[in-house]
């Protein structure tokens, strides 16, 4: 296939937008990171999709919307704590998870009942909604597994040649994806962490507000399905050194960069400055594809403190890019 890569101009959006409405794939920028759409209403669409990412069908996509009113065509219950975050969050990096109209197909729900939306801060994303005139179901461009793509060479990278259309734009300021929250229960329970935290959100609600760690055993089916596969896996190994005394964590790395290196190793480091959280979540899935390209053997990286909000979302891809291995220092 050959994959048209456009300028966000605005004769390239109504472009773009025409390719969506007559059932195309066109990836395009948001704010978080980039997203591969389809029509959210057109069945074969949004399989392919799937078939694009290759991802597992079962695992669910965001729906992205212009407005208010497009959210009315996905779900029938808009609830008072809803508009709240709409208010005050929306067009901005939070997805909300509420019941789905029967008439939107479960392939893009992944079968659930269930529909997460958002309305995306790039108004390049929001234009392109517009122009298409249908809600659009998105998931990141990049191959199932592979780290979130925060810039347009990214998406090249992964998807050229597989979709129809590679809308490109500036690199993406949050960096790491949306806020998922469940808001079909009286608490409303965070499923991925994001920028937007829970003391920001809480104190909207004025309400407590629930992170579901995605602790679950292998046999249940997790709230948020795409916490179950391995994600934003880089190629080298990769493991996390987490200690609160950030010297210590980072000369433990240093030593064991310069032991690697003296076995012959490729080594890697992923470090921030304390504290610099918003910055650890635009740079990291960059950091890990750049990493990539270099051809390391091995990725040491310094953990975050989780008791940030964003720490604790940058700390939630971390340690699954690592699989989970931590040293405690
Ligand atoms: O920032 C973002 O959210 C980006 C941009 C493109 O908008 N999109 C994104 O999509 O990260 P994706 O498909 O890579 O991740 C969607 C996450 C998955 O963990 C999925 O399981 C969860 O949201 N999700 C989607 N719909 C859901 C639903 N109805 N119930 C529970 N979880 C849902
Ligand atoms: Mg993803």
């Not at 920001?200 to 249940?220: Q, T």
């Not at 997790?222 to 934003?232: C, E, L, Q, T, V």
């Not at 470090?271 to 950091?287: I, Q, S, T």
């Not at 403190?305 to 405690?328: I, P, Q, Y």
Request: charged share 30%; proline share 5%.
């Amino acid at each position: 296939m050959i994959t048209k890569i456009l300028e966000p101009t605005k004769e390239n959006i109504l472009t773009a937008g025409r390719m969506l409405k007559d059932g195309k794939l066109v990836a395009f920028p948001t704010e978080t990171v980039y997203g591969l759409g389809a029509d959210a209403f057109n069945e074969d669409a949004v399989k392919r999709v799937y078939l694009a990412k290759g991802r597992p069908s079962d695992n669910p996509m965001i729906v992205h919307i212009d407005s208010v009113e497009m959210l009315n065509s996905l779900t029938v219950e808009v609830t008072a704590d809803m508009k709240k975050l709409a208010d005050a969050f929306w067009p901005g990096p939070i997805t909300m998870v509420c019941n789905k109209v029967d008439r939107l197909p479960s392939v893009t729900t992944g079968g659930l009942g269930t529909v997460g939306v958002r309305m995306p801060g790039n108004s390049i994303a929001r234009d392109l909604i517009t122009a298409a005139g249908v809600p659009v179901a998105a998931p990141s461009a990049n191959i199932s597994g592979r780290p979130s793509p925060t810039k347009k060479e990214h998406v090249i990278h992964d998807l050229d040649g597989k979709v129809d259309c590679i809308l490109t734009g500036d690199d993406s300021r949050v960096g790491i994806e949306s806020t998922v929250i469940d808001m079909t229960g009286d608490i409303p329970v965070i499923l991925r962490p994001g920028i937007i935290g829970r003391t920001e959100i809480s104190n909207i609600l004025n309400k407590e507000v629930i992170i579901d760690r995605g602790l679950v055993a292998d046999d249940e089916i997790p709230k948020a399905p795409g916490m179950k596969y391995r994600h934003y896996a880089p190629k080298a190994d990769m493991v996390i050194y987490r200690g609160d005394d950030h010297l210590k964590v980072n000369s433990r790395i240093m030593e064991e960069k310069k032991r690697l290196e003296s076995e012959g190793k490729r080594v890697g480091v992923i470090l921030f400055g304390e504290d610099e959280y918003k910055r650890a979540a635009h740079d990291f899935f960059a950091r890990l594809r750049e990493l990539d390209a270099e051809g390391v053997d091995m990725i040491l990286a310094a953990g975050l403190s989780e008791e940030d909000d964003t720490g604790f979302a940058v700390m939630n891809r971390m340690l699954k890019s690592a699989g989970f291995n931590v040293e405690e220092v």
